[in-house]
């Protein structure tokens, strides 16, 4: 017969089981309190003095690892110059046709695209106009005089 209440090792207040197995704790929170007890009373021991525990940290000349005191000139200048070789090394490293467009290759561009193309399947309209393809609106527009640019 399976128990209907049990004692949360935690907190030590009776609780009904959400679920089929045993639960040792009532709640996660209860759970989670219980883990980090059990981290700090296991890392606060010292192994000359198990009895002894110590909240502080050993005292050392060194600074912590990883830790930034303060920006100096000197990282600033590495930190620049590591980021102008590596630009370089992928400028130079990148086929030309791969590179990003900047705005004066897409102004090059625009500008030896002509604006209007003769269409050649399409008839004159009834009044005699000739077709032309207009690439800035997309459609397709008449004239009489032929169009360029």
Same mark, same amino acid.
């Given at each position: 017969?399976?128990?209907?209440?049990?004692?949360?090792?935690?907190?030590?207040?009776?609780?009904?089981?959400?679920?089929?197995?045993?639960?040792?704790?009532?709640?996660?929170?209860?759970?989670?309190?219980?883990?980090? /007890?059990?981290?700090? $009373?296991?890392? %606060? #021991?010292?192994?000359? !003095?198990?009895?002894? &525990?110590?909240?502080?940290?050993?005292?050392?000349?060194?600074?912590?690892?990883?830790?930034?005191?303060?920006?100096?000139?000197?990282?600033?200048?590495?930190?620049?110059?590591?980021?102008?070789? /590596?630009?370089?090394? $992928?400028?130079? %490293? #990148?086929?030309?046709? !791969?590179?990003?467009? &900047?705005?004066?290759?897409?102004?090059?561009?625009?500008?030896?695209?002509?604006?209007?193309?003769?269409?050649?399947?399409?008839?004159?309209?009834?009044?005699?106009?000739?077709?032309?393809?207009?690439?800035?609106?997309?459609?397709?527009?008449?004239?009489?005089?032929?169009?360029?640019?």
């Amino acid at each position: 017969m399976e128990r209907e209440f049990y004692t949360c090792e935690y907190c030590q207040e009776g609780f009904k089981p959400k679920r089929r197995r045993v639960q040792k704790y009532c709640s996660n929170t209860c759970r989670s309190k219980a883990h980090h /007890a059990r981290k700090t $009373t296991s890392e %606060l #021991t010292t192994v000359e !003095n198990p009895e002894i &525990t110590t909240t502080e940290e050993p005292k050392t000349d060194k600074p912590p690892v990883g830790k930034v005191e303060q920006m100096s000139a000197a990282g600033v200048g590495n930190s620049a110059a590591g980021t102008l070789a /590596a630009d370089g090394l $992928t400028y130079l %490293l #990148t086929a030309p046709q !791969n590179r990003p467009a &900047t705005k004066g290759d897409i102004a090059n561009l625009q500008a030896q695209i002509k604006r209007y193309h003769a269409v050649k399947n399409l008839p004159r309209n009834p009044q005699g106009a000739n077709p032309y393809f207009d690439t800035l609106t997309g459609k397709v527009v008449y004239s009489f005089m032929p169009l360029y640019g």
